[in-house]
């Protein structure tokens, strides 16, 4: 079997004819279109050229902090056009999969580990939640005392997102629903080792859950980026050709994994967490995307070329 | 190759045999000596018959909470002679395996994961360390706020037991010094997913660094059973003929493998976590003991016969 390369795009010709070929573009955000609180350059005039050029937008993000309310102000803070339809984050898809897909009873509750905007998406579709940041679970409890740790039966899903308010009394509780409760189910909104910030890497959503996975040792349903649960989310809301659709995204093993794993091209930027050193060589990735390019904001150069 | 089969003994002349082929009896303790707060039925009798018999008894617990001194008032109430000297806990052989081992350098620091078991120990060989019991790690931080999160490159090894106070800052925290300070070494003093409290099991020592194993993606050192860092513990402090010792335990997957790994004899009892259903049939571990008993305390009808 040939070895899958990438095409590396350096040319106006180049970005023109990718944007011929692609309709819609599902886009990755830290690392794409911002780094932390910068804009990458370019990248607001882009993203105006393609809706001048009637292309479809949707921003498909594994963060889980963030409601798509939320994440909508951190568009209006950066002045870049958005509305909260085309915002597909990983705490809007898990609701959305608890919803839809396992049609979670509405006499059932979700236990949440993870912050305000789960609990936002939670409430958006209906179902019932504890935990989360309810002040009864953002506490230490002492040490060997596990008399507050009691069974739900009502509990019939637990759902790990990214809590900086974790604790010994959150593991203990989601371990007891899992183990406990026949048919619980146990969803993580993405599964990613890290999160950036301030330019260091810090444990993200992925290792907050890590705890559960080895005490229940069941495994998760993740929702997130590589996962195609996203796709789902985003084709139960969205109507797109594959064929004329692009992931474009800064992480091989989220984005360019997510976008092989659904069938459609991928379009990787540099400006975020992958090195050259990925790229080639010995430390080479096995996650090989369809195209390069510099930066999402190189194709600004076809906007001032109108 | 032959399947390992396990004998059962229930007759007094089987445990009189036994007896006569072990001079040195290492022993886990919940599961086997007590189960929570309640003695094994006989157990204290079959001590004392075995100290009457000039036997070696030394006690091998993977509890990371408490430190040899704070152990032994474990024993103490339960009106069972022990010393500090026979104790061997999974703290004080993190403590060893760095001070005797990595011959750790006086000028670094071991960043705990951890409570005050781990903390005295590390004080008992002189090694220096943060995190641990310190107030101002045991907080949350505000969602988002990375600001207390600096690398210290005194920093030199991060130790992870059991920790009821674990929070996102810690976890950040050890990831940053793991994953900054070249050489750290990241240090388990022992991986058991889950710990048992009250007649169920809570996520145990293995779980809470769990996150950590997962951000940093290293692999860490571990010290408990079944790893034999622990045994190069016991064998620093006591000589003795492996081939006339025997682990006595309850968990296949620690103490048993333990024995397995250290090359010595191995008896399993049924009054701890082991059910019938991993002996036999196709749930079958593929651990298997020399020798099962049912309880410890079953030996004890040989000190009624004295």
């Given at each position: 079997m040939a070895e899958r390369t990438a095409q590396r795009l350096t040319k106006p010709e180049e970005y023109a004819k990718l944007l011929d070929r692609f309709d819609t573009y599902l886009l990755d955000c830290d690392g794409v279109i911002w780094t932390g609180p910068t804009l990458v350059p370019g990248v607001a005039d882009v993203l105006t050229m393609l809706r001048a050029k009637g292309k479809n937008i949707l921003f498909v993000t594994n963060n889980a902090k963030k409601s798509r309310e939320m994440y909508k102000k951190a568009f209006d803070g950066f002045g870049i056009?958005?509305?909260?339809?085309?915002?597909?984050?990983?705490?809007?898809?898990?609701?959305?999969?608890?919803?839809?897909?396992?049609?979670?009873?509405?006499?059932?509750?979700?236990?949440?580990?993870?912050?305000?905007?789960?609990?936002?998406?939670?409430?958006?579709?209906?179902?019932?939640?504890?935990?989360?940041?309810?002040?009864?679970?953002?506490?230490?409890?002492?040490?060997?005392?596990?008399?507050?740790?009691?069974?739900?039966?009502?509990?019939?899903?637990?759902?790990?997102?990214?809590?900086?308010?974790?604790n010994y009394k959150k593991y203990a509780k989601?371990?007891?629903?899992?183990?406990?409760?026949?048919?619980?189910?146990?969803?993580l909104t993405n599964a990613d080792p890290t999160y950036p910030a301030g330019g260091a890497f810090f444990p993200g959503s992925g290792s907050m859950s890590a705890p559960l996975r080895f005490s229940t040792k069941k495994t998760p349903t993740i929702i997130g980026k590589p996962h195609t649960h996203m796709m789902e989310t985003i084709l139960a809301a969205h109507d797109f050709n594959p064929e004329r659709t692009i992931m474009i995204g800064d992480n091989l093993e989220t984005d360019i994994l997510f976008g092989i794993n659904s069938n459609i091209t991928t379009l990787l930027v540099m400006t975020g967490v992958t090195h050259e050193a990925q790229l080639s060589g010995e430390n080479k990735s096995d996650t090989v995307p369809d195209y390069i390019v510099q930066s999402m904001g190189d194709f600004a150069v076809l906007a001032d070329k109108k």
């Open positions: 056009q958005a509305s909260v339809e085309e915002i597909f984050g990983s705490a809007y898809a898990s609701a959305i999969y608890l919803s839809k897909i396992l049609k979670f009873p509405a006499d059932k509750k979700v236990y949440v580990i993870g912050e305000e905007g789960i609990e936002q998406e939670l409430k958006s579709v209906g179902i019932q939640f504890t935990g989360g940041t309810d002040p009864e679970d953002r506490v230490f409890i002492p040490s060997g005392d596990y008399s507050s740790i009691k069974n739900d039966p009502s509990i019939g899903a637990v759902l790990c997102g990214f809590d900086m308010y974790v989601a371990h007891t629903y899992i183990t406990n409760n026949p048919g619980c189910e146990f969803i």
